[in-house]
Protein backbone atom coordinates (compact mmCIF):
# COMPACT_ATOMS: atom_id res chain seq x y z
CA UNK A 1 0.00 0.00 0.00
CA UNK A 2 1.21 3.50 -0.89
CA UNK A 3 1.19 6.16 1.75
CA UNK A 4 0.32 9.87 0.22
CA UNK A 5 0.84 13.22 2.19
CA UNK A 6 0.16 16.64 0.08
CA UNK A 7 1.30 20.12 1.46
CA UNK A 8 1.03 23.39 -0.22
CA UNK A 9 -2.81 24.35 0.32
CA UNK A 10 -3.38 27.54 1.95
CA UNK A 11 -5.27 30.92 1.23
CA UNK A 12 -4.70 32.77 -1.87
CA UNK A 13 -6.31 36.05 -3.75
CA UNK A 14 -8.32 35.46 -6.93
CA UNK A 15 -5.29 35.78 -9.82
CA UNK A 16 -2.88 34.61 -7.13
CA UNK A 17 -0.67 30.94 -7.77
CA UNK A 18 0.03 27.71 -5.37
CA UNK A 19 2.17 25.03 -6.18
CA UNK A 20 0.53 21.56 -4.44
CA UNK A 21 3.09 18.73 -3.57
CA UNK A 22 2.60 14.78 -2.87
CA UNK A 23 4.97 12.92 -1.42
CA UNK A 24 5.08 9.14 -1.93
CA UNK A 25 6.55 5.97 0.24
CA UNK A 26 5.71 2.78 0.28
CA UNK A 27 6.06 1.16 -3.23
CA UNK A 28 8.17 2.07 -6.56
CA UNK A 29 6.66 5.57 -7.26
CA UNK A 30 8.28 5.26 -10.63
CA UNK A 31 6.13 2.70 -12.11
CA UNK A 32 2.97 4.38 -11.79
CA UNK A 33 0.71 7.17 -12.58
CA UNK A 34 -0.08 10.10 -10.20
CA UNK A 35 -3.18 12.48 -10.05
CA UNK A 36 -4.93 15.64 -8.21
CA UNK A 37 -8.22 15.51 -7.84
CA UNK A 38 -10.08 17.88 -6.08
CA UNK A 39 -14.01 18.19 -3.99
CA UNK A 40 -15.31 21.54 -3.40
CA UNK A 41 -18.16 21.63 -0.76
CA UNK A 42 -21.75 20.23 -2.33
CA UNK A 43 -20.00 18.69 -5.27
CA UNK A 44 -18.52 15.42 -6.65
CA UNK A 45 -14.83 14.86 -6.86
CA UNK A 46 -13.55 15.63 -9.87
CA UNK A 47 -10.00 15.07 -11.59
CA UNK A 48 -7.82 18.20 -12.40
CA UNK A 49 -4.52 16.86 -13.39
CA UNK A 50 -3.23 13.37 -14.50
CA UNK A 51 0.52 11.89 -14.82
CA UNK A 52 1.91 9.00 -16.40
CA UNK A 53 4.74 7.32 -14.71
CA UNK A 54 7.88 9.02 -17.10
CA UNK A 55 5.83 12.40 -16.88
CA UNK A 56 5.49 12.32 -20.79
CA UNK A 57 1.67 12.24 -20.49
CA UNK A 58 -0.33 14.68 -18.94
CA UNK A 59 -4.15 15.20 -19.19
CA UNK A 60 -6.20 18.40 -18.08
CA UNK A 61 -10.25 18.98 -17.80
CA UNK A 62 -11.24 22.00 -19.60
CA UNK A 63 -11.82 23.87 -16.52
CA UNK A 64 -8.23 24.01 -15.47
CA UNK A 65 -6.31 23.35 -18.85
CA UNK A 66 -3.41 26.14 -19.53
CA UNK A 67 -3.12 27.02 -15.60
CA UNK A 68 -2.73 23.92 -13.52
CA UNK A 69 0.47 21.95 -14.44
CA UNK A 70 1.81 18.76 -12.87
CA UNK A 71 4.91 17.62 -12.59
CA UNK A 72 6.73 14.90 -10.98
CA UNK A 73 10.15 14.48 -9.77
CA UNK A 74 10.76 10.38 -9.73
CA UNK A 75 14.19 10.83 -7.89
CA UNK A 76 11.81 12.68 -4.87
CA UNK A 77 9.04 10.28 -4.84
CA UNK A 78 7.12 13.31 -5.38
CA UNK A 79 4.42 14.96 -7.52
CA UNK A 80 3.49 19.09 -7.77
CA UNK A 81 0.73 20.91 -8.70
CA UNK A 82 1.49 24.42 -10.17
CA UNK A 83 -1.69 26.53 -10.22
CA UNK A 84 -1.29 29.38 -11.23
CA UNK A 85 -4.49 32.25 -12.33
CA UNK A 86 -6.22 31.00 -9.58
CA UNK A 87 -10.34 31.79 -9.51
CA UNK A 88 -12.69 31.39 -6.14
CA UNK A 89 -14.12 28.01 -8.20
CA UNK A 90 -10.67 26.57 -7.89
CA UNK A 91 -11.69 26.58 -3.54
CA UNK A 92 -11.63 22.74 -2.64
CA UNK A 93 -9.92 19.75 -0.97
CA UNK A 94 -7.66 18.83 -3.60
CA UNK A 95 -6.37 15.51 -2.88
CA UNK A 96 -2.88 13.63 -4.54
CA UNK A 97 -4.30 9.75 -5.65
CA UNK A 98 -2.81 6.94 -7.63
CA UNK A 99 -3.67 3.26 -8.88
CA UNK A 100 -2.55 0.43 -11.45
CA UNK A 101 -1.96 2.69 -13.99
CA UNK A 102 1.22 3.53 -15.79
CA UNK A 103 -0.96 6.02 -18.15
CA UNK A 104 -3.19 8.14 -16.11
CA UNK A 105 -5.62 7.66 -13.08
CA UNK A 106 -9.00 7.03 -13.07
CA UNK A 107 -11.21 7.77 -9.84
CA UNK A 108 -12.69 4.37 -9.94
CA UNK A 109 -9.32 2.53 -9.99
CA UNK A 110 -7.42 4.51 -7.36
CA UNK A 111 -6.05 2.50 -5.13
CA UNK A 112 -4.58 5.32 -2.71
CA UNK A 113 -5.59 9.10 -1.70
CA UNK A 114 -4.09 11.51 0.32
CA UNK A 115 -5.63 12.79 3.19
CA UNK A 116 -6.08 16.47 1.26
CA UNK A 117 -4.78 19.87 1.43
CA UNK A 118 -7.65 22.82 1.31
CA UNK A 119 -7.61 25.32 -1.40
CA UNK A 120 -9.08 28.36 -0.74
CA UNK A 121 -9.23 31.44 -3.27
CA UNK A 122 -10.73 34.81 -2.41
CA UNK A 123 -12.32 37.19 -4.86
Known amino acids: QVQLVESGGGLVQAGGSLRLSCAAS????????MGWFRQAPGKERESVAT????????RYPDSVKGRFTISRDNAKNTVYLQMNSLKPEDTAIYYC????????????????WGQGTQVTVSS
Open 51 to 58: ISKSGGTT
Open 26 to 33: GRSFSNYA
Open 97 to 112: ATGRGTWTVVEGSVSS
